[in-house]
């Protein structure tokens, strides 16, 4: 199979910043597969606080092309396999989530069904998506959550104590809205404790993602006893040993294809979570409508879903699953169902 890659370059509506920086643009990775006369594709999506650089991405998948060009793209556990040989400190889990999908969808494509029917799995089963909002001070966190609409569920990001203000003046002006918190690493044990009283307090927050360091597994597990709210593992999670080591820690975890390495591993995450009682959260990275409907394949099997990237983007240059108010709508077409946007 012949493998390809190229710039693909994403610009954000606003300025996005979370607890590890802000960025108002990222520089992905588009992977093209061809074999048999059909193409698959793929992204990458390439995240500065993971150390990720697209030139890296680019050396690594310039040296798995020439190691499987022999590859049958049918043939996915051998796939797996061989990417692990390749790649056995799971330093580039990235590009091998987007060439495993850039080969699901080929034979999603070769078989005419899309990637939801070809796992088996019922679209009206998904949950809402929620959509994100970075950190902003109290006027503007107004003006953002506005410009969304009807959103039922916002996801809030915060890297201190003093955003807990931006959470409260939002509550107050959408009191019907659904909340969500994301600390991305950013609360010291202390603060963590303090804002889930806080958030207890506001009401209506269904859950609290990734309060401390990426490390602190004991520390999320205090957070997790002192609160009636949810809490969610995004950063210390990647694979599914990940998960077994997370059990009784957290209440659920948040799963995403460039963490995991592609939809195999991200499935038996799935059922690790499950075994051991915990909620299970599929969300992305800042992708283009290709990465972002890769995963919406797997919608039905979680219990919240944080698929909005596309909706963040000025130059989305897919389309694929369809978001309107928080409810998606999986492609019927072959493989991921994505193909490139009409110009404007």
Same mark, same amino acid.
């Given at each position: ?6 710039? +693909? ?19 992905? !990775? ?10 698959? !594709? &793929? =992204? ?17 998948? =310039? ?12 043939? !996915?556990? &051998? ?9 056995? #400190? &799971? ?27 070809? @796992? ?21 966190? @107004? ?5 969304v609409g009807d ?7 915060? *890297?201190?104590?003093?955003?807990? /203000? ?12 659904? +909340? ?10 202390? =603060? ?6 806080? @958030?207890?307090?506001?009401? *209506? ?6 309060? %401390? ?21 995004d950063e210390s ?20 294809? #460039?963490?995991? &390495? ?13 075994? #051991? ?11 283009s409508s290709l ?15 944080? %698929?909005? *990237?596309? @909706? ?9 699953? *369809?978001?309107? /108010?928080?409810? +998606? ?16």
């Amino acid at each position: 199979m012949d493998i390809r890659a190229e710039p +693909l370059d994403l610009e954000l509506k606003r300025t996005f910043t979370i607890a590890h920086g802000a960025s108002g643009r990222r520089e992905n !990775l588009l992977v093209k597969l061809t074999y048999g006369g059909e193409t698959g !594709l &793929g =992204e990458a999506a390439i995240v500065p606080y993971y150390g990720h650089t697209r030139s890296e991405a680019e050396a690594v998948l =310039e040296n798995l092309a020439m190691v499987l060009q022999d590859q049958d793209p049918f043939d !996915l556990q &051998g796939l797996e396999e061989n990417l692990s040989i390749l790649d056995p #400190a &799971g330093r580039a889990p990235h590009v091998r989530a987007a060439l495993e999908c850039a080969c699901l969808d080929l034979v999603g494509r070769f078989l005419g069904v899309p990637l939801w029917k070809l @796992l088996g799995l019922q679209p009206s089963k998904a949950p809402l998506t929620s959509f994100t909002l970075p950190i902003l001070p109290p006027r503007e966190i @107004l003006e953002a959550a506005g410009e969304v609409g009807d959103f039922p569920i916002l996801k809030v990001k915060v *890297g201190s104590l003093k955003d807990l /203000e931006s959470l409260k003046v939002l509550r107050e002006a959408r009191p019907d809205v659904i +909340l969500r918190v994301d600390a991305n690493e950013g609360l010291t044990l202390e =603060e963590a404790l303090l804002m889930v009283r806080e @958030l207890e307090a506001l009401g *209506g927050v269904d859950l609290f993602e990734q309060p %401390l360091a990426r490390e602190d597994l004991e520390g999320l597990a205090r957070v997790k006893d002192a609160s009636i709210i949810p809490v969610v593992a995004d950063e210390s999670v990647r694979t599914a040993r990940d998960v077994f080591r997370l059990a009784g820690k957290v209440d659920g975890v948040n799963l995403k294809l #460039a963490k995991s &390495g592609g939809i195999r591993e991200t499935l038996k995450s799935v059922a690790v979570a499950r075994a #051991a009682g915990m909620k299970v959260m599929l969300g992305c990275m800042v992708e283009s409508s290709l990465g972002v409907t890769a995963m919406a394949h797997l919608a039905p099997l979680a219990d919240f879903l944080d %698929l909005d *990237g596309p @909706l963040l983007l000025a130059n989305d240059p897919f389309r694929g699953v *369809g978001i309107r /108010e928080g409810l +998606l709508d999986l492609p019927e077409e072959p493989g991921l169902g994505c193909r490139p946007a009409r110009p404007a």
